[in-house]
């Protein structure tokens, strides 16, 4: 099976494995400020992101520390309590995080 790797601007190149199969993208890096980056970038190009999505989507193992990182760095998230289900078909009581100011400033 071939996973795609997840380059800086978006890209993403293909790793080995059988002929023709792709499976998700793997994020390279699981340092903090490369997930704090993934994060802020999420948010800015969605509405918002909860923490099972940010966990399965952008691998982000804490999503709650990431969040913290931003706001300490003065970005302005808010967040609200949401629902959501997991692929075992299981709902739980997640946290949505909304960001408020879609303004310039890194990570």
């Given at each position: 099976?071939?996973?795609?790797?997840?380059q800086?601007?978006?890209?993403?190149?293909?790793?080995?494995?059988?002929?023709?199969?792709?499976?998700?993208?793997?994020?390279?890096?699981?340092?903090?400020?490369?997930?704090?980056?993934?994060?802020?970038?999420?948010?800015r190009?969605?509405?918002?992101?909860?923490?099972?999505?940010?966990?399965?989507?952008?691998?982000?193992?804490?999503?709650?520390?990431?969040?913290?990182?931003?706001?300490?760095?003065?970005?302005?998230?808010?967040?609200?309590?949401?629902?959501?289900q997991?692929?075992?078909g299981?709902?739980?009581?997640?946290?949505?995080?909304?960001?408020?100011?879609?303004?310039?400033?890194?990570?």
């Amino acid at each position: 099976m071939k996973y795609r790797y997840a380059q800086p601007g978006g890209r993403s190149r293909a790793g080995a494995g059988a002929a023709g199969e792709v499976g998700p993208v793997y994020y390279r890096s699981s340092r903090a400020s490369s997930q704090r980056a993934r994060l802020l970038e999420c948010l800015r190009k969605n509405d918002s992101i909860n923490t099972i999505e940010a966990r399965s989507w952008i691998y982000i193992l804490h999503p709650p520390a990431r969040i913290l990182d931003l706001r300490q760095r003065g970005f302005d998230i808010a967040t609200i309590p949401d629902l959501s289900q997991t692929g075992d078909g299981v709902v739980h009581r997640v946290a949505r995080h909304f960001l408020l100011v879609a303004g310039g400033g890194d990570a």
